[in-house]
């Protein structure tokens, strides 16, 4: 039996998010538009601010798979966050109330980041 193990990295105002899926059996079939789908979902979910809107959400996998099957190893996926040169160099205010779905306290909680 295949254990998984799902890794993270990345800031919200940073260049991009990574992600690594490790664990994934050999063979699978991964459905790229149903996973686009998913990601347009999110879109329009719970938040439906300008930024939801503008955020394009395009999922990059650079391994792991293969003419769409999993090879067996480390899926990586990247997001690209276009939004990022305009929170470069710039203050970002304090967190003062965790907002819903967001990482903002688990963040501050572990790192001790209050942004």
Sequence with gaps: ???????SAGESHGPALT???????AGLRVDM??????MQR????????ARMRMEQNLIRISS?????VTTGGPIALQLNNADH?????????????PRPGHVDYAAAAKYGYDD
């Design 19 to 25: 992600a690594i899926l490790e664990g994934m059996p």
């Design 42 to 49: 999110r879109q329009k979910g719970f938040g439906k601010s």
């Design 1 to 7: 039996m295949n254990k998984l193990r799902f890794l």
């Design 85 to 97: 040169v305009n929170w470069t160099g710039r203050d970002i205010a304090p967190m003062t109330i």
């Design 64 to 68: 792991g798979v293969v003419s769409g």
């Design 33 to 38: 538009q149903a996973l686009e789908h998913t």
